[in-house]
């Protein structure tokens, strides 16, 4: 079939035009034949079988074929292989092996079992049948030779096809096939008794030492226990109980000479985490107190023993900087040290995926300059197991690490140092991973994964604890623009459990490398701007709350004049606080992602960044802001004056009444209710906007904290670059909003406000607006024909007359039809004197139903209206000798300041600008978009998510409209004496 296949995929295709017609049909034939027997598929497939689906016990699954193999004897006939079984699985599944006491003459596919004689032994190797030589006999029950002298071992004599027995030296121990040495070079076998210290010495564990040193080097019960903080247990370790007493008995005798003994106590510090009360560290700190410290410029570094504490700590090595230059290409290169906890000193390696267990996310970008790293993942122990069993294939024990970071320029090696979170100093935490506080205990060594030290020298291994490095942070200090990064900090946290409970679950496991740079300066400016703000907050406050007064005619200041100073107070600090977060995020976003070169890193959030509490305070206030807006623009109070003079009279009922329609107040009512809803950006189209240029043009990428060092490196992202990707792109689309609508749509299409001036004119009706008791806005919408309730052709008539100039002009008095006003309190009182008397008649504008008395009710409704209507008539016609008004112009500071006249008589100020419209959504529309931003913003800070963060925004937005919408038509109607079921 093979051949088959080859001729029919590959030769006949080579053959086509070589061979001549003839050779060709006798191929071609002979392949027909030949597939006639066997089949060959295109794909090439077999089918796999595992030992599983082989139904005999004693078959194997052939490697090569991955099929079903029995396990007989080829020599045998078919009636012996039914009585006597010569073959066997080897115990894996995958090949054959003689039986117990035959020798294989064949293969493992084919053996050829052979029966030893009764006096003989199967090799090691299961191919020869030896016989029992020199110094050995054969012992029947064991079916085996036994050396017949003490500490010998047994030697395969091939050539003689016999087993024989060599003794063992004196200071070796004998295995079955091997000498192994004495632990100790003095110890000597002793009549049957292998490895016996000399008289006068005594054997500590496996060292001979004089007598007295037993008491010297005799451990406490508490020295080899291993505290697990996680499983609050102290572990009585069966890896201590083994190599702390001698390692710590030859690392001393030896003078410190013996390396792999000193590494091992290093070491066994380490796994007890550097608590300086614990056995091994105290050990440690004893010997070190008699040997030299420094070297190469490193005070606490010992000559002769391990280096394991950094006791200056910051100050031992903040004036070590690692030069931009020395980087080569824009990377640091980092070589690690490598030791077992047995001492063994495995080498130094460069650095380049060793400490990062999460393995999928894996590479070697942190190492690069300025590149900032978060990765995380959960994965289960076995996973663990592998990450760290890769550093060193084939070491069976815990591995630990000395990091070291190589100059380019120099080749030098500098000390990397290490703070362990888990640090405790008598019993208190002093690390944590900011590694910023002078007292911080920083080390040399780590592990990555330990389940040796757990194991307890009385229980099981069910019950050892396994501990590992659940977070590993690595953090370069930017000391300033220019000067270089100081000597990396590294922060391992630990995290400990059962080997039980590993098994059955997953851990989290950290990975970062992040920059600080020094924003002390930045952070001074900060806090001056900060002061700045609060101190312009308190004036802005104060003089809101004086307006407030006055407008008010309040004479004394009570409650309400210091909650409108609170209040103002706080939404004039989220303002400046607002602007001064906005203004910080685009220094740094442009800072950053404008350098060619990389000078600084962003400010670490958690670490001297005052930053982001700022952001929270900000964002919070300006929401505060906008609800506080919208319910004040909801309560303004607002009349409709009608100015129209009945000329009809009207059934009503059983008699005739002279009266104007209601339909022309219900239509401007209903037009100012939605106008004061109407923007010129919505919420839902400025966010969709902003979302293609952060989404759709790739804006965000704008906002990964990467310097773009490392090639083909994704960076995490920064809030404060977020911050500004999503100002700039909500500010950017409202903006080009407001330039259509103000360039175009206003001049071309329609203005909403001019036509809405133009609707009262044309209905005879004027509208007054206040936001306090004495100042609020003026439309005069005094038609400048006799009647506007007319007929179509009337209408368009009288338009015609004023479109040739033939009729009055427009406004009050020649002064224009829009006013800022400010009214006298005796007027003011009047209205509300008024308005008192019906309390208990304007519930019904807000009723869908009729219940009794509401007829008497509507009549009061309606006389009140009349009374207002007349009094609002007579005040404009300067019908009051002593409730007048004059019509003045309002200069430049009196309007940005915002000032408030004396109002002995009321005052009409020309509003050419409109501003009318500030007591409506279209007048505040830009402390209402700089709100939505800052929700935007809170959002994106505390979930991350761009779209998600746009959508929370809307809903937040609709919610405020729909509740600002639903006020504002409840207040429109009491105000002006509507029915509420004319509101549409």
């Known amino acids: 079939c093979v051949c088959v296949c080859v001729y029919h995929r590959v030769i006949s295709t080579a053959m086509a035009g070589v061979v001549d017609a003839v050779v060709n049909a006798v191929c071609v034939a002979a392949v027909t034949v030949l597939l006639s027997v066997c089949v060959c598929g295109e794909d090439g497939g077999i089918e796999f079988r595992t030992l599983s689906d082989c139904n005999d016990e004693n078959s194997v699954v052939n490697q090569f074929t991955f099929e079903c193999q029995q396990c007989t004897d080829a020599n045998a006939s078919p009636s012996t292989a039914d009585t006597l079984l010569t073959t066997r699985q080897d115990g894996v599944g995958i090949g054959c092996v003689c039986d117990f006491g035959f020798a294989n003459s064949g293969s493992?596919?084919?053996?050829?079992?052979?029966?030893?004689?009764?006096?003989?032994?199967?090799?090691?190797?299961?191919?020869?049948?030896?016989?029992?030589?020199?110094?050995?006999?054969?012992?029947?029950?064991?079916?085996?030779?036994?050396?017949?002298?003490?500490?010998?071992?047994?030697?395969?004599?091939?050539?003689?096809?016999?087993?024989?027995?060599?003794?063992?030296?004196?200071?070796?121990?004998?295995?079955?096939?091997?000498?192994?040495?004495?632990?100790?070079?003095g110890m000597r076998l002793s009549g049957d008794t292998p490895c016996v210290?000399?008289?006068?010495?005594?054997?500590?564990?496996?060292?001979?030492?004089?007598?007295?040193?037993?008491?010297?080097?005799?451990?406490?019960?508490?020295?080899?226990?291993?505290?697990?903080?996680?499983?609050?247990?102290?572990?009585?370790?069966?890896?201590?109980?083994?190599?702390?007493?001698?390692?710590?008995?030859?690392?001393?005798?030896?003078?410190?000479?013996?390396?792999?003994?000193?590494?091992?106590?290093?070491?066994?510090?380490v796994l007890q985490l550097?608590?300086?009360?614990?056995?091994?560290?105290?050990?440690?700190?004893?010997?070190?107190?008699?040997?030299?410290?420094?070297?190469?410029?490193?005070?606490?570094?010992?000559?002769?023993?391990?280096?394991?504490?950094?006791?200056?700590?910051?100050?031992?090595?903040?004036?070590?900087?690692?030069?931009?230059?020395?980087?080569?290409?824009?990377?640091?290169?980092f070589v690690g040290r490598f030791t077992t906890s047995r001492g063994?000193?495995?080498?130094?390696?460069?650095?380049?995926?060793?400490?990062?267990?999460?393995?999928?996310?894996?590479d070697t970008s942190w190492q690069f300059l300025g590149v900032v790293v978060d990765y995380e993942c959960v994965i289960d122990v076995e996973t663990l197991k592998s990450a760290v069993e890769e550093i060193f294939p084939g070491v069976d024990d815990t591995i630990f690490i000395e990091l070291f970071i190589e100059a380019a320029d120099t080749h030098l090696l500098h000390p990397i140092p290490v703070a362990i979170d888990n640090y405790l100093l008598q019993g208190v935490r002093i690390n944590t991973l900011r590694y910023n506080d002078r007292s911080s205990q920083f080390v040399r060594r780590f592990f990555l994964f330990d389940e040796s030290s757990g194991v307890s020298d009385t229980s099981s291994n069910d019950d050892s604890i396994v501990r590992y490095a659940k977070e590993i942070v690595i953090r370069f200090n930017i000391e300033s623009i220019g000067s270089g990064v100081r000597l990396p900090i590294m922060g391992v946290a630990y995290a400990d459990a059962t080997s039980s409970t590993l098994e059955s679950e997953s851990v989290a496991i950290s990975f970062k490398s992040i920059y600080r740079t020094n924003i002390v300066k930045y952070n001074e400016a900060l806090a001056g701007l900060l002061v700045i703000a609060i101190a312009l907050a308190f004036i802005r406050a104060a003089f809101v709350s004086s307006s407030f007064k006055k407008r008010n005619f309040i004479t004394l200041v009570d409650g309400r004049v210091l909650l409108t100073f609170i209040v103002s107070?706080?939404?004039?600090?989220?303002?400046?606080?607002?602007?001064?977060?906005?203004?910080?995020?685009?220094?740094?976003?442009?800072?950053?992602?404008?350098q060619a070169d990389y000078l600084f890193s962003l400010p670490l959030p958690g670490n001297d960044d005052y930053l982001p509490p700022l952001l929270i305070t900000a964002c919070v206030l300006k929401l505060f802001e906008f609800v506080v807006l919208l319910h004040r623009k909801s309560t303004s109070d607002v009349f409709v004056v009608d100015w129209e003079t009945p000329q009809r009279k009207i059934v009503v009922g059983e008699r005739q009444v002279i009266a104007t329609t209601v339909w022309r107040k219900n239509l401007v009512v209903n037009e100012w209710q939605e106008l004061c809803a109407t923007r010129k950006a919505p919420i839902t189209r400025t966010i969709f906007f902003a979302l293609i240029v952060i989404i759709g043009f790739s804006f965000q990428d704008f906002s990964e904290n990467n310097p773009r060092t490392a090639p083909e490196h994704k960076g995490t992202e920064h809030y404060i670059l977020r911050?500004?990707?999503?100002?700039?792109?909500?500010?950017?689309?409202?903006?080009?909003?407001?330039?259509?609508?103000?360039?175009?749509?206003?001049?071309?299409?329609?203005?909403?406000?001019?036509?809405?001036?133009?609707?009262?004119?044309?209905?005879?009706?004027?509208?007054?607006?206040?936001?306090?008791?004495?100042?609020?806005?003026?439309?005069?919408?005094?038609?400048?024909?006799?009647?506007?309730?007319?007929?179509?052709?009337?209408?368009?008539?009288?338009?015609?007359k004023e479109a040739q100039d033939i009729a009055q002009t427009r406004g009050l008095e020649d002064s224009g039809d829009t006013f800022e006003v400010f009214l006298p309190q005796k007027l003011r009182d009047q209205w509300d004197s008024t308005l008192d008397k019906l309390e208990d008649s304007v519930e019904i504008l807000r009723r869908v139903g009729f219940s009794t008395g509401d007829t008497d009710r509507m009549q009061n409704l309606v006389k009140t209206n009349n009374s207002l209507n007349q009094l609002f008539v007579k005040f404009i016609e300067h019908s009051f000798r002593d409730i007048d008004y004059v019509i003045k112009k309002r200069g430049f500071v009196e309007r940005w300041f915002e000032s408030t006249p004396e109002v002995r008589r009321g005052v009409f100020y020309e509003d050419p600008a409109m501003r009318f419209t500030e007591s409506m959504m279209l007048g505040i529309e830009l402390n209402v978009l700089v709100a939505e931003v800052a929700v935007f913003v809170l959002w994106d800070y505390l979930i991350t998510n761009y779209v998600v963060a746009a959508l929370l925004t809307v809903v937040v937005s609709w919610c405020l409209s729909f509740w600002y919408s639903t006020r504002t038509a409840a207040n429109i109607a009491t105000k002006t004496l509507t029915d509420g079921r004319f509101l549409i």
């Open 108 to 185: 493992q596919s084919a053996p050829n079992c052979i029966m030893c004689a009764a006096n003989e032994v199967v090799s090691v190797d299961g191919t020869l049948c030896l016989s029992c030589g020199t110094n050995s006999v054969f012992d029947s029950a064991q079916q085996s030779c036994i050396c017949t002298s003490t500490n010998s071992i047994k030697v395969e004599n091939t050539v003689n096809r016999s087993v024989e027995c060599r003794p063992c030296a004196s200071f070796e121990i004998a295995l079955e096939y091997s000498c192994l040495r004495c632990p100790d070079n």
């Open 197 to 269: 210290c000399p008289s006068g010495t005594t054997d500590i564990s496996g060292v001979c030492r004089n007598g007295d040193d037993g008491v010297a080097y005799q451990l406490r019960e508490s020295d080899i226990q291993v505290y697990f903080e996680d499983s609050d247990r102290d572990v009585p370790s069966q890896l201590f109980l083994e190599l702390l007493q001698r390692n710590w008995l030859l690392c001393d005798a030896s003078n410190f000479e013996n390396t792999t003994a000193c590494e091992s106590l290093a070491n066994l510090c």
């Open 274 to 333: 550097y608590d300086r009360q614990a056995g091994a560290c105290n050990i440690y700190l004893d010997l070190i107190a008699d040997v030299t410290l420094g070297q190469q410029a490193w005070t606490s570094w010992p000559v002769e023993l391990p280096w394991l504490y950094h006791e200056q700590g910051l100050t031992e090595f903040e004036n070590f900087h690692v030069p931009f230059e020395a980087a080569n290409d824009k990377r640091f290169q």
């Open 344 to 362: 063994l000193v495995l080498g130094m390696r460069p650095i380049d995926t060793q400490l990062q267990l999460c393995k999928d996310s894996a």
């Open 569 to 594: 107070f706080c939404c004039a600090l989220g303002t400046m606080y607002f602007w001064i977060v906005i203004g910080c995020s685009l220094y740094w976003f442009i800072l950053f992602n404008a």
């Open 723 to 800: 911050t500004s990707v999503i100002a700039l792109s909500v500010l950017f689309g409202a903006l080009v909003q407001f330039a259509f609508h103000t360039l175009f749509y206003d001049r071309f299409v329609e203005n909403v406000v001019f036509q809405f001036i133009d609707l009262c004119v044309l209905s005879n009706l004027s509208v007054i607006v206040m936001d306090s008791k004495c100042h609020g806005y003026y439309i005069h919408g005094h038609s400048p024909h006799q009647q506007a309730d007319v007929d179509m052709y009337t209408m368009l008539e009288n338009l015609k």
